[in-house]
């Protein structure tokens, strides 16, 4: 069964461009190479690579593989206020979806996507870090049953996520329709 998640991996075309950026929200570099970086977060790791053919498309949130990561911090304003100084540009404003929780999804140069979460409840010295990977299928249930069998979590399912005008603003996406689920894995 799986324990915990070390890290996962980005493939990026400008190396030094996402060093920078993830600096910026709060991970430290421990290492790069040329073709690679590690970035650690309280819990967890990303590692940066430069794959031998870079490429870079925009993607929807829905697209399937790695929809976004989600990186969860107590003050997001002050987030942002480092964030924007790379390439990454946030979709909307912050919205509070009536949790107390403010999101906002940046996209950056490389196409890739990242979820700020602004966690009020979190004690404000708290280094930012990895809240979660979302993944996008066809099938979730399939998805979500294969990532609660190999790490012993239970899903964790959504109802219907439509007709929210918070989600579309977050999202860009008007008039988004989907189902959601989580799996908590043991980080």
Request: glycine share 6%; charged share 15%.
């Amino acid at each position: 069964m799986l324990q915990y998640i070390h890290h996962l991996t980005i493939n990026v075309s400008d190396l030094p461009r996402a060093i920078a950026r993830y600096r910026a929200y709060g991970l430290v570099c421990q290492r790069h190479t040329s073709h690679d970086a590690w970035l650690i977060a309280p819990n967890g790791a990303i590692h940066l690579q430069v794959p031998l053919q870079p490429t870079a498309y925009p993607r929807t949130i829905f697209d399937p593989g790695m929809s976004h990561c989600c990186i969860q911090t107590p003050d997001i304003e002050e987030l942002l206020t480092h964030v924007q100084r790379t390439d990454a540009v946030p979709r909307s404003q912050p919205v509070d979806l009536g949790t107390g929780h403010r999101y906002v999804y940046l996209d950056d140069a490389e196409g890739v996507v990242t979820e700020c979460e602004g966690v009020p409840y979190a004690p404000p010295a708290t280094a930012p870090w990895l809240a979660h990977v979302a993944l996008a299928s066809f099938d979730i249930g399939r998805l979500s049953a294969f990532y609660a069998d190999v790490t012993g979590g239970t899903v964790r399912t959504s109802p219907l996520l439509a007709h929210n005008q918070g989600i579309d603003t977050i999202a860009q996406v008007p008039g988004i329709r989907a189902h959601a689920a989580w799996v908590r894995g043991a980080n």
